[in-house]
């Protein structure tokens, strides 16, 4: 079926109701084998939308309430004062100017934009990733409903932004670079000018050890990579000096050579037990003769999950280091776990629906009794397009309410 004959349907009835245009779609995309593939991507598009929706009914406060505040003092100062305000990541706050004069300083279509373009990257990554994995349509939109309503994903798009934006842009960047052979490195620039955590991951992509299972030819290079990675402070206390008239790089490296303590909650039982799940699909994956991925990269993007994962508890005595970094995680969690599905995946029509609609029931149930709040689930569900965008301006106290360290 031709995406000319659906486009402007399904245009109408998202304005009308986002919620029940997007499941409706969602349900002929999953039964509809007809459907042309340019389609799926005004169906990735509407339901990064309905995200945005969802986040502009955020009550701005810590983090989000950090950067909206930091946001609305656009209007005090000349674009290169703004950014040197920061004295770091430019990229993003340099988006923050630019749009604060596009959108006429609001901050629900500043929260709206920051939300749909991360969300819509990562939908056309899973895609781009799983369509070699497995080209049953059903499995790839499993992949795509366990990105959008991954709860712990979501709750941190309105509030860890930058990082947020950054981790969509490494899968995008590694799904490319890796599976698809497409050296976008003006990706990687960009992904740290956002937030500088994500240099730990884009130079993995360029290593060509990695490419191979571990074993005799790569042992040495992996172990030494770890003992580099062990020795990182060491390292960016010795290139500090170099780089006092960059700031951007004297940032990361400032950061990088000493502890970072900040008081966040610790490191829980839950988050091993989410490592383990995301390490054992991976390695099973990746080992198992029978179940072996044969396309290009997997080998690479799983030697970088197994790296990723051991800095992150090298470093658990850094709790917010190590909470930083494990948020990164989230990303890959719909590109790994849909792996164990790749064979058989949702055969029946009525497994794909209940477990496509377990998903979406308790995104919403996480949305009421989750740490942040919202509209009423049933307000969200019920809402037009022109009731999300006609909503007031949020209420955004002053930034100097938080500490530099509350918006890392």
């Not at 988006?95 to 819509?120: A, H, L, M, Q």
């Not at 060509?208 to 790569?218: D, H, T, W």
């Not at 099973?284 to 790296?307: P, R, S, V």
Request: charged share 15%.
């Amino acid at each position: 079926m031709s995406p000319s004959k659906l486009i402007i349907p399904a245009i109408i009835l998202f304005i009308l109701n986002p919620f029940i245009s997007i499941v409706l779609l969602g349900i002929l995309l999953a039964i509809d084998k007809t459907i042309d593939k340019k389609f799926y991507y005004i169906f990735y598009l509407l339901l990064a939308f309905f995200l945005g929706f969802i986040n502009m009914t955020k009550v701005p406060e810590s983090d989000l309430g950090f950067h909206a505040s930091k946001y609305l003092y656009v209007s005090q100062y000349s674009f290169l004062d703004y950014l040197s305000w920061f004295e770091k990541e430019p990229v993003f706050y340099a988006f923050n100017y630019i749009f604060y004069y596009i959108s006429g300083g609001s901050v629900k279509f500043w929260v709206f934009v920051i939300t749909v373009f991360p969300y819509f990257i990562l939908f056309i990554s899973l895609d781009k990733f799983h369509s070699k994995v497995n080209v049953n349509k059903r499995y790839i939109l499993f992949s795509i409903v366990l990105a959008a309503f991954f709860p712990q994903l979501f709750s941190l798009s309105a509030h860890l932004i930058r990082q947020f934006i950054a981790g969509a842009i490494i899968v995008y960047f590694l799904v490319d670079k890796l599976i698809y052979g497409n050296n976008k490195w003006w990706l990687a620039i960009l992904g740290v000018l956002i937030h500088s955590t994500s240099i730990l991951i884009f130079p993995l992509a360029y290593l060509s050890f990695l490419k191979e299972k571990l074993g005799k030819g790569n042992i040495v290079y992996f172990v030494g990579l770890i003992f580099i990675l062990f020795t990182y402070q060491y390292f960016a206390q010795l290139l500090l000096p170099y780089f006092t008239g960059i700031e951007s790089i004297h940032y990361i490296l400032e950061r990088a050579s000493v502890d970072n303590t900040f008081e966040l909650e610790k490191f829980s039982a839950l988050n091993y037990v989410f490592i383990g799940v995301l390490l054992v699909i991976t390695l099973y994956n990746q080992y198992k003769e029978e179940l072996d991925i044969n396309i290009t990269g997997f080998n690479h993007l799983a030697n970088i999950i197994l790296l990723f994962v051991i800095f992150i508890l090298m470093n658990l005595r850094q709790t917010e280091l190590a909470l930083r970094l494990f948020f990164y995680l989230f990303f890959f969690f719909p590109l790994i776990v849909p792996l164990v599905l790749k064979k058989n995946p949702f055969d029946k029509k009525f497994s794909f629906a209940s477990v496509s609609i377990s998903i979406i029931l308790f995104f919403f149930y996480r949305l009421d009794t989750g740490t942040w709040n919202y509209d009423d689930k049933e307000k969200i569900v019920l809402s037009s397009s022109f009731d999300f965008l006609s909503r007031p301006e949020p209420v955004v106290y002053d930034y100097t309410r938080y500490s530099e360290a509350d918006a890392q």
